[in-house]
Each structure stands twice: as structure tokens, then as C-alpha cells.
């Protein structure tokens, strides 16, 4: 315990924020440098999202296709983020991912083999190359599990079950955080010289998403509070394929590895849709392309009894399909009565992944706060307007290493921070608040209400008058969130939790809202019905957003120009 | 759909009582959605674990009309609607508050296995048919199913001189991975007391990633074991000569 808390305090080096694949990989490498790590997560260890990660890793790692290179991997990436990415962290993952995968198999992971004993590597939408690294259709559990046992070996302090509520800070520095203990409802905080944001996405703002619960923005929210810059919000990316049926399961992601293992889409007419849209790569397009030909197709009239597409394996050898696809065969069989090796499964877009940000330096994870880092899908810029498949694990890994070291470096030259007092005592007033009403909405209510909303006016095809009637929607929402009333005690209160992750909810779907209003063009994933062309003068500028005073605020930013050595790769045509 | 009744334990270290709920069944409905339905709408405070509920995180164990599963695979349909559906917590581990349960022994024991630690100068080349075998034991999402049925960890709380199949799947991977170095034998027989297994199976016919825990992991680690312990011409030869000679 410290002095100048009064609550449990742990005063570590570095602190990390989130447990899934970039949390854990970016706390492998502070702790090789070693600073004294603590992980915090609001799940068990082991349990995030990540875990959910199914096709693969895509890493130039040329095993099977000898022509692929970082290059390649980096011109596929470009063009899949529709030239809004950055244009230097897109550089780096090309390059570092296949060291990265290695460093997984010398720690224990094992990947599915080729015939002369390599990493096998499957096609996916928008590669040019097989290029995903894979384990059947359960990748991130494999990934989740390398990291986990490597860094517990190694010594991190984990605190599970644990939520981060603020980051305090002492004058224009991080000085550590404050939370609540989900088993007990006690606060705590943290102490460190560096803190690395690695909470994920915001999938949950949505109602039909691929997304587990925690992905509810806290760290984006956290940092944005912070003072910290928020990038590119409104690429937000339906996945194609969720399930549609039944109920209950809508949304849970259907692996695009089922295209990339040979599955095909059709409406109820039998017709393969996807020669309209994009007859070159058929069902293997970008995410962004496809999600839109769904809902095309089901919005004409040509869609599934459950308002979907048809995507059918059961072409191929039943043996294959279940080995290649184990988890969708259980998923499919348990949940849904379908047998795919048999007939065909009915899939449709799900809200699936944040592009966009915490914004931050391409070498470092840096963000615009001293000592606050970012990696993961909660920073911003790599994959610019529409993440391709399989560059979500490598993202995680090769930014996870890069935030750690840079947070571990970090620490080294920075002296102790001291947390204030006051902050403390706002931030216990804040999480505490719900408790005190006597009477007031229940949680649920109102995260019903925002994922209805979010779903009917800032979903795949966007309006100006429906992204400014979810402004109005918006701010209804927040003043009802002032006055909801939690019940119960705190010990394991889950309609408490939900409060809090709610005000993170409102933050980051207020920030998407208002990046998806100011860019007047459809790009990659952000596709605007009222203005359905890319425009060039907006393929030069990314977005920001930042908090100034208690207002949101936004404002453009222009792109650099790629040096002649990367202009010269995406001139090239392979 | 008619409705459901739901008879959820609710309490916490101190005791607690099953509370019954009505829900109303939807079509393909889990015991999973059921729960959440009444966080929603009656009890907002109802504790339970999840995340993905698509059977890939383990969460969500718990105790279906008293059989461990994982609620997010159970089917409303396939349950006897007729009558109450009870849903407890684990009972292997102590209760923190309704179907939350304590499982961080699981860590603790997870902590005393050595991990992967490949041979001097491997050239990393692995054939497919070696690794199938490891494969199968990396499908474990530690629901901790096969824990809380395990008789030796359930009825007779050896969690001190027991690590749990859980664990002997994870020792499994290891000393089956084509390219590990280390031998845990000696861990499997003093520290994880694989002997207190007599082979039930109980395990097996829980796990809800279908793996074969007895046969494929444990029996051939007991092997091991009385391999390397038990033999009887090593244990005449350690007599004669002394431990060490052996």
C-alpha cells in the first residue's frame, strides 16, 4: 500500500490494460525488458476476446505461395484499408508479422502443417496469397493460449475479474488507474510510469454483433477521458457472415475461413450473388464488399426464410469439412440444427471490428498522452477503412511487442508518478452514483435501446439524416443513463457492471456517430448512401477526435505521403 | 413457446437458496439466454460468467438440472420444460455469488507445470499426423467441466494433492508436442497425483470440445508413470543398487 490512496494500491512498472492477444503479448515484452508488469482484465484470464479469433494469422510467410512477401502483404493491406491507413504501421506489420508467428511456435503453438512440415496457410478475402497461419477455425484460442502460459511463466501480476474505470493522471502524464474488484465491488488502484490501453473493440454498441460483452470500448473511452485522440471512428466493420438463426445466436461470427476453405454464396434463387459485386475475387472480396452484397441481395427480396444468404461447404468431403472446420460443424449442429456437410448454413453481416482508434505513433504505440500506449484493435490507423481477415492477429502480436517495449522503455526514464487524491474521489463518485437513486431506469433498458438504435442508424448503409437523428438518439440515451438506478449490493453485481461499461458504450458510439456524419463519401466499410463514391480529396485525410472542455470534438487531419519506396510497391500490379 | 421455469441458485459464501424465474422460450433459446433474459427483466443482479456464448471461451460452466455443462450450448428444447430447469454452480469450487464460482485453484495449479521448452538445435518441421494427437488436447477452452465433475476434486476435495483432468490434458500437450524437451513425469506423480485417477471417465463425457481426456491424455500418462516409477526391473535394479544407479 502507498500513502497517498486510500484504497488497495499495486504500483507496478507498466500497466496493462486488457488481456487478449495484444495485452498479453505487449506484457511478454516489457517483462523481457524487465520492468514489473500487471495485466488487468474484466474476464478470467484466457477468456477474451480473442479467444473468438477463428480463420488465422496472416504472416508473408511464403510456405506454400513462394512469391508472397511483407510487399505483397503490405500492397493488400493498403488496398483493403482503401489507402486511408497508415501507411507506416501497414509497413511494419507486413514486415515483422512473420517473426512474430515464429516466436508463437517456439513458445508452444502449433499450427496446422504442410506437407513438408511448415506452417500451413490458408486463402482469405482480399490476400493475394495463402497467407493465414491457422489452427483448423480455433486460431486465437491457440494464439490466447501461447500468451497466457509464456507470460504467466514469465512473471506478470495478473489481476482478473478487475474493470478500469479511469485512468488518473499527474499533470500531462498517466499516473496510473482507478477500478473495481468485479468479485467484491472493492476499488483499487493502480500505480505505473506506463500504461498500455489494449481493451479491444465496441461491438456491443450493436445488436447484432460478433462481439463478446467486454467489448465495450473502455479503453478507447478511457483514454479519450484522458485526453488522448481517437482515430478514424467511423470505419466500423460488418462482418459478412454471422448467423441469422435462431434467435438467440444472431450475430456470431461464421469464420470467412468457410470461403477460404471453398464455401460458397447464394440467394434463395441458387444464383452466386457475388458475380455482381465483384465477379474478379467472387466470395473471397473484401469484408467490406461482401457484407454489402448480403445485405443487398436480402434487402431486394432474393434473401434466406431468415433473412440471410446461403454459404455452403457441403460440396466438400464431410471428413475434410470437420476437420478443416471443427468449431463451425459443433456450432452449426448444436445451436442451429444444421449439419454443414450436409446443406448449407444462413449467414448475414454482423457488427464485428473497430478500425479505427486510439490514435497512435506507427514505431511506438504512443498516443498523444505521456505514457499512454495502445495496441490492438482499440488503436486506430493500421487498417485503415476495412480490415482484411487474418490481420487482426497480427496486429495483436506485432503492435502488442512494439507497445510493450516502448512502454517498458518508457518507464526506465520516467520517474514514479503520484496519483491524486481527488481524482479518486471522482472517480468512486462516478461508479458509485447508479447505487444512490432511489428510483431510475435499469441498465439493460438503455443498452437495449442504444444497441437498437446503433443497428438502425449507424449501420452498413449510412444518411445524413439518420446519422444526426442518432445524435439526437444519442444524447436521449445519455440523459437517461444520468439517472438509471443500479440494485442490489456490488459483490458480483452484474447490472452494476453494466452501468459503468454503458458510459463507455455512449462515449465511443457518440464518436463513431459523428466521424461517420463528417465523412461525406463511402469508403471501405463506411458506406454513405447520400454519398456512395470514394472521393479522392477524402483518401488524403483521416479523422480525429478529441475532447476539449466537456465537448466532443472534431477535426481532419491530412495524410503524409508515403515515402518513393512504398509508392513504388503500391504502383506495382502483381 | 410456452414458458419456462427456471429454479437458479442465488446466494453467496454465506448460503443461499434456488429462486424460481418464468421465462418465456423462444425457438433454438439456450440456458444461456434464459439467464440473461432474467438479468434483463427480473433480477439485473443475477451473477453469472460469460463471454462468447458460442461455446469457444468456457465461461459459462455451470450445473443444468445437475449435469455440468456449458450453458451457452445448452438447448432449452432438449430440457424436460414440463418441469422446473435447475441451474446451480459449479459444486467442485466455492460459490462467490449465484452461478459464479471460484475456480482461481485452477491457476494455481496451472502455475506448477513447466512449460513448453523446445530441444536443443530443433529445426522446427512438424508433420500433420504428430501433431493431431497435441491438437486434440489444445481444443480445451478450460470450462473446468471436467474439474468439477472429477469425483477425486468433487467429492473428496483432494485439491492439495491433486491437479485435475484439466491439467493432466495440459501436461498431456506438452509431453506429446513433437519438439518438448523437458519430462514431467515425476510433476504427474508427486505434485498432480495422477495415481488418485481410477479412470471413471467421468471427464471425458463432459467435455464439451469432445475430447478423449481418459484414454488420450491420462491413460498414456499413467503409462508414463508406472514406466519410469513402477517398472519391476527397474525397482528390483534400484533396490540392489540404490536410487540413484537407475
Not at chain 1, 466521424?515 to 458506406?527: T, V
Request: charged share 25%; net charge neutral.
Amino acid at each position: 500500500m502507498t500513502a497517498n490512496s486510500k484504497y488497495e494500491t499495486h504500483e507496478h512498472d507498466v500497466l496493462i490494460i486488457g488481456a487478449g492477444g495484444a495485452g498479453l503479448r505487449a506484457a511478454i515484452e516489457a517483462l523481457a525488458q524487465g520492468a514489473k508488469v500487471a495485466v488487468v482484465c474484466k474476464s478470467l484470464l484466457g477468456k477474451a476476446h480473442t479467444v473468438m479469433a477463428e480463420g488465422g494469422l496472416a504472416a508473408a510467410m511464403a510456405n506454400l505461395d513462394k512469391a508472397d512477401d511483407w510487399r505483397t502483404h503490405f500492397r493488400d493491406t493498403m488496398r483493403g484499408g482503401k489507402l486511408v491507413n497508415n501507411w507506416r504501421m501497414a509497413q511494419l506489420h507486413a514486415q515483422e508479422a512473420p517473426d512474430r508467428v515464429r516466436e508463437l511456435e517456439q513458445w508452444g503453438a502449433l499450427f496446422d502443417r504442410t506437407e513438408s512440415g511448415d506452417i500451413l496457410q490458408r486463402a482469405f478475402g482480399g490476400h493475394t496469397f495463402r497467407r493465414l497461419c491457422h489452427v483448423g477455425d480455433r486460431t486465437g484460442l491457440e494464439m490466447i493460449r501461447t500468451l497466457q502460459d509464456r507470460g504467466v511463466q514469465m512473471g506478470f501480476d495478473v489481476f482478473m475479474e478487475c474493470t478500469i474505470t479511469k485512468l488518473l493522471k499527474d499533470g500531462d502524464r498517466v499516473s496510473g488507474a482507478f477500478g473495481y474488484w468485479r468479485e467484491s465491488g472493492r476499488f483499487v488502484t493502480f500505480k505505473a510510469k506506463s500504461i498500455v490501453i489494449a481493451t479491444g473493440g465496441i461491438g456491443k454498441s450493436w445488436k447484432i454483433t460478433s462481439n463478446s460483452w467486454e467489448c465495450t470500448g473502455d479503453g478507447m473511452a478511457l483514454a479519450y477521458e484522458a485526453g488522448a485522440e481517437l482515430l478514424d471512428m467511423e470505419f466500423v466493420q460488418f462482418h459478412p457472415t454471422g448467423m441469422v438463426w435462431p434467435p438467440g445466436v444472431q450475430g456470431i461470427l461464421v469464420t470467412e475461413a468457410v470461403r477460404g476453405e471453398g464455401g460458397l454464396l447464394r440467394n434463395k434463387n441458387g444464383e452466386r450473388f457475388m458475380e455482381k459485386y465483384d465477379p474478379k475475387k467472387m466470395e473471397l472480396s473484401t469484408r467490406d464488399v461482401v457484407a454489402r452484397s448480403i445485405y443487398t441481395e436480402v434487402k431486394e427480396g432474393r434473401g434466406t426464410p431468415h433473412g440471410g444468404a446461403y454459404l455452403d461447404i457441403s460440396h466438400k468431403p464431410a471428413e475434410y469439412v470437420k476437420r478443416k472446420l471443427p468449431s463451425m460443424y459443433h456450432q452449426f449442429k448444436e445451436l442451429a440444427d444444421v449439419d454443414i456437410t450436409k446443406g448449407p448454413m444462413e449467414v448475414g453481416p454482423t457488427c464485428h471490428y473497430m478500425m479505427g482508434g486510439i490514435r497512435v505513433d506507427a514505431e511506438t504505440g504512443q498516443s498523444s498522452v505521456k505514457g499512454l500506449f495502445a495496441a490492438g484493435e482499440a488503436a486506430g490507423g493500421l487498417h485503415g477503412a476495412n480490415r482484411l481477415g487474418g490481420n487482426s492477429l497480427s496486429d495483436l502480436i506485432v503492435f502488442g511487442r512494439r507497445a510493450g517495449l516502448a512502454a517498458a522503455e518508457h518507464a526506465k526514464k520516467t520517474a514514479a508518478p503520484s496519483l491524486d487524491n481527488a481524482q479518486i474521489d471522482e472517480a468512486e463518485r462516478q461508479v458509485l452514483a447508479p447505487f444512490d437513486r432511489a428510483e431510475g431506469e435499469n441498465p439493460y433498458t438503455i443498452h437495449h435501446d442504444l444497441q437498437d438504435m446503433m443497428q438502425r442508424l449507424v449501420g452498413i448503409f449510412r444518411t445524413d439524416a439518420d446519422l444526426r437523428q442518432a445524435l439526437v438518439e444519442l444524447e436521449k440515451l445519455r440523459e437517461r443513463a444520468k439517472k438509471m438506478r443500479v440494485e442490489g449490493s456490488r459483490l458480483f453485481n452484474p447490472g452494476w457492471h453494466l452501468s459503468r461499461d454503458l458510459q463507455c458504450m455512449l462515449t465511443v458510439s457518440e464518436a463513431c456517430t459523428h466521424a461517420a456524419l463528417a465523412r461525406k463519401e463511402s469508403r471501405g466499410a463506411h458506406s454513405r448512401l447520400d454519398f456512395p463514391k470514394s472521393e479522392d480529396v477524402w483518401g488524403q485525410k483521416n479523422h480525429v477526435i478529441v475532447k476539449k472542455g466537456d465537448a466532443m470534438t472534431l477535426f481532419e487531419v491530412p495524410r503524409t505521403a508515403m515515402p518513393a519506396e512504398l509508392a513504388q510497391i503500391m504502383a506495382e500490379d502483381k | 413457446m410456452a414458458d419456462a421455469t427456471l429454479r437458479v441458485f442465488r446466494g453467496d459464501r454465506e448460503g443461499g437458496k434456488a429462486v424460481d424465474y418464468q421465462v418465456p422460450v423462444t425457438e433454438g433459446m439456450v440456458v444461456l439466454d434464459a439467464i440473461h433474459s432474467i438479468q434483463a427483466h427480473q433480477a439485473p443482479d443475477l451473477a453469472v460468467r460469460w463471454n462468447c456464448k458460442a461455446a469457444k471461451c468456457g465461461s459459462c460452466s455451470a450445473e443444468v438440472n445437475g449435469k455440468p455443462r456449458l450453458m451457452c450450448k445448452t438447448r432449452m428444447d432438449a430440457l424436460p420444460l414440463d418441469q422446473p430447469i435447475t441451474v446451480s454452480p459449479m459444486k467442485a469450487f466455492p460459490v462467490i455469488r449465484d452461478l459464479v464460482t471460484d475456480v482461481s485453484w485452477n491457476y494455481k495449479v496451472n502455475k506448477k507445470i513447466p512449460p513448453f521448452q523446445p530441444q536443443p538445435g530443433v529445426k522446427w518441421k512438424m508433420e500433420q499426423r504428430d501433431v493431431d494427437r497435441v491438437q486434440e488436447f489444445r481444443k480445451c477452452i478450460e470450462c473446468f467441466l471436467c474439474q468439477d465433475v472429477c469425483h477425486v476434486l468433487r467429492d473428496h476435495d483432494k485439491k492439495e494433492q491433486f491437479g485435475g483432468p484439466r491439467f493432466f490434458v495440459r501436461v498431456a500437450a506438452l509431453e506429446m508436442h513433437p519438439l518438448d524437451g523437458l519430462d514431467r513425469t515425476r510433476l504427474l506423480k508427486e505434485e498432480l497425483g495422477i495415481g488418485f485417477c481410477n479412470i471413471t471417465k467421468c471427464c471425458t463425457e463432459v467435455c464439451p470440445e469432445e475430447i478423449h481426456i481418459t484414454d488420450n491424455a491420462i491413460i498414456p500418462l499413467k503409462e508414463r508413470v508406472v514406466d519410469e516409477f513402477y517398472d519391476p526391473v527397474t525397482m528390483i535394479v534400484r533396490k540392489i543398487f540404490g536410487a540413484k544407479n537407475t
